[in-house]
Nanobody, 134 residues
Framework: QVQLEESGGGSVQAGGSLRLSCVVSGHNYRSYILGWFRQVPGKEREGVAAVDSNGQTTYAEFAQGRFTVSEDSAKSALYLQMNSLGPEDTAVYYC????????????????????????????WGQGTQVTVSS
């Protein structure tokens, strides 16, 4: 049984930083994507960043240059380092994992093609609240 559990959310002032963590258990696929999403009440969930099993990463435009996604396979953990936070980053943040995925016929990475889309992800955490005050 695959389980994901986020931690590290909280309240921070604008300009501050937070590091989100996600422990992934029971996930033994050899080809996969791990991602971070966020959702504000009344709005659709949006992809933030993702990393695939080849170590390739992708970021939403709003996250580029401010957020860093990383995976520690030894610890079965996924991280999201968020810097220069603003009130617009206030949301519930979710980590997610796909099952076995593969791409054929393209030189593009799995992360870049699928990483920011919700549909490929099969497993989701419960979410952690991030609140940024101005």
């Amino acid at each position: 049984q695959v389980q994901l559990e986020e931690s590290g959310g909280g309240s921070v002032q604008a300009g501050g930083s937070l590091r989100l963590s996600c422990v992934v258990s029971g996930h033994n696929y050899r080809s996969y994507i791990l991602g971070w999403f966020r959702q504000v009440p009344g709005k659709e969930r949006e992809g933030v960043a993702a990393v695939d099993s080849n170590g390739q990463t992708t970021y939403a435009e709003f996250a580029q240059g401010r957020f860093t996604v990383s995976e520690d396979s030894a610890k079965s953990a996924l991280y999201l380092q968020m810097n220069s936070l603003g009130p617009e980053d206030t949301a519930v943040y979710y980590c997610a994992a796909t099952g076995l995925v593969a791409l054929h016929g393209t030189p593009k990475s799995m992360a870049s093609v699928l990483g920011l889309k919700s549909d490929p992800y099969k497993y989701w955490g419960q979410g952690t609240q991030v609140t940024v005050s101005s």
